[in-house]
């Protein structure tokens, strides 16, 4: 699901952009390390901030970066021209549907990206089969405790049904052959969880 107008305002903003900078960036570097020299996929890319602080900032050799949203990407592809085809892949995609080979990715980043998928769980399925034995899934996510709030709820639009608290969430993505253990943390009382898995080396298909 396309985020709406008051949601795409709120997240490309300045305001957004330091925190994702300064405080989202930080927290999963420290739970999952840098990304030198990796071939890395980043799910729901909007603007293209995060893509570009995975490059500057983690040192990701190159980044393929999709969202549903077009518009999204036509913001994107000027936030992003200075890098050319050896470091950026931009495009149209779907998480449900990820277009590459099993085993392609040596980590995927998700910045709160799959709490607009209704079929959350087959975005799951979808970054385990596409990570490399090893591979580090990243994430930081909306729960449902936050979707559900009235002001959320009101202002934004949101698959309403089949939500996740962060346990739900954590619990699913060690279902799909991604190690997570203890490494992850809420935020917000519970209304924002992070963390980084890595895909299990012994059960990848």
């Avoid at 209304?191 to 980084?196: L, P, R, T, Y």
Wanted: glycine content about 8%; some cysteine; hydrophobic content about 40%.
């Amino acid at each position: 699901m396309k985020m709406n107008t008051l949601e795409k305002l709120a997240m490309n903003n300045p305001v957004r952009l330091l925190i994702q900078r300064h405080y989202e960036l930080p927290l999963l570097e420290k739970l999952g390390g840098r990304l030198d020299g990796m071939n890395v996929l980043e799910v729901g890319c909007g603007r293209g901030v995060g893509t570009e602080l995975l490059i500057e900032r983690l040192g990701a050799a190159k980044v393929h970066a999709i969202d549903l949203d077009e518009s999204m990407l036509k913001h994107a592809h000027k936030r992003l021209s200075k890098y050319d085809s050896t470091r950026l892949k931009l495009e149209t995609g779907d998480v449900t549907a990820i277009d590459a080979p099993d085993q392609t990715y040596d980590a995927v980043v998700n910045f709160a990206a799959i709490h607009h998928v209704p079929n959350w769980q087959a975005a799951i399925a979808e970054i385990s089969r596409v990570l490399a034995p090893g591979g580090r899934f990243f994430f930081q996510e909306v729960t449902a405790q936050w979707i559900l709030r009235w002001p959320y709820r009101v202002l934004f639009e949101h698959p309403m049904e089949n939500r996740f608290s962060s346990e739900e969430f954590i619990a699913e993505v060690e279902n799909q052959g991604i190690k997570v253990s203890d490494n992850w943390e809420k935020r917000g009382g519970g209304d924002f969880v992070f963390g980084v898995g890595h895909r299990d080396e012994t059960s990848h298909p």
